[in-house]
């Protein structure tokens, strides 16, 4: 069965520069969540969008922006990126249509390093 | 946060027994969901299981839910090397249609063949 895709699994990147994370959801999904995954820590919601929109934002930070385009695909868009912003980036998706919550789905990751 | 405490945070066990790990949390629900991920990779999910139920099993996996402490508990059965891994419960918010979701620090289980 399609799984989530995320692209790339990792990245290198020096401080203040930007970074693009995609994710391609499983196909008919829906809704495409963002989560960010420090090292040692659990993941923590970033953002979210239902049908192209965006639905709901979590701690996510300015410099941080997402969009979900008109094939569901998502990208995140990283700038000034800080020391801090290394972590492992999941995208999850699922299918909303019979009712709110139903089971995400998760990618692999993007495991950024920022030097 | 959302979530309390996972417990324990870390379990060792040898190859055969059962593991059992417990997580809490602090509103109301739709469902609680269980992942597991091996170091560094990908949140593989286990198992959903709904404010409406109480047990739910899948293969070697049983998994409760009680509503009125808040807990929840994920049991592992004859358990294996493979199943070594970090355990997370993840749960929504009832009052929200907007599905995301909270997790908790995870269960370090180390099983040792």
């Known amino acids: 069965a399609a799984g989530v895709i995320q692209s790339p699994r990792h990245l290198i990147k020096e401080k203040r520069e930007t970074a693009t994370l995609k994710c391609y959801p499983i196909p008919r999904h829906d809704t495409v969540y963002w989560y960010q995954q420090g090292p040692g820590q659990d993941p923590q919601f970033l953002i979210s969008f239902y049908e192209k929109m965006q639905s709901d934002k979590g701690s996510i930070p300015d410099r941080f922006s997402a969009q979900q385009f008109s094939d569901y695909h998502s990208e995140l868009n990283m700038s000034s990126l800080e020391l801090g912003d290394s972590a492992l980036y999941f995208c999850?998706?699922?299918?909303?249509?019979?009712?709110?919550?139903?089971?995400?789905?998760f990618g692999p990751g993007t495991r950024l390093t920022v030097l | 946060s959302q979530q309390g405490e996972e417990d324990p945070q870390a379990l060792s066990i040898q190859e055969g027994e059962n593991a059992t790990m417990n997580c809490s949390y602090k509103t109301s629900i739709n469902n609680l969901q269980w992942y597991r991920q091996n170091s560094g990779r990908g949140l593989v999910h286990l198992i959903l299981?709904?404010?409406?139920?109480r047990e739910k099993h899948s293969g070697r996996l049983r998994v409760t839910l009680d509503t009125s402490k808040k807990s929840s508990s994920l049991l592992i059965t004859a358990s294996r090397a493979a199943d070594t891994a970090s355990y997370f419960c993840?749960?929504?918010?009832?009052?929200?249609?907007?599905?995301?979701?909270?997790f908790g620090r995870g269960t370090q289980l180390t099983v040792w063949p």
């Open positions: 999850a998706s699922s299918t909303n249509r019979q009712g709110p919550t139903g089971t995400q789905y």
């Open positions: 299981i709904r404010s409406n139920e």
């Open positions: 993840a749960t929504d918010d009832r009052g929200s249609t907007l599905g995301r979701l909270y």
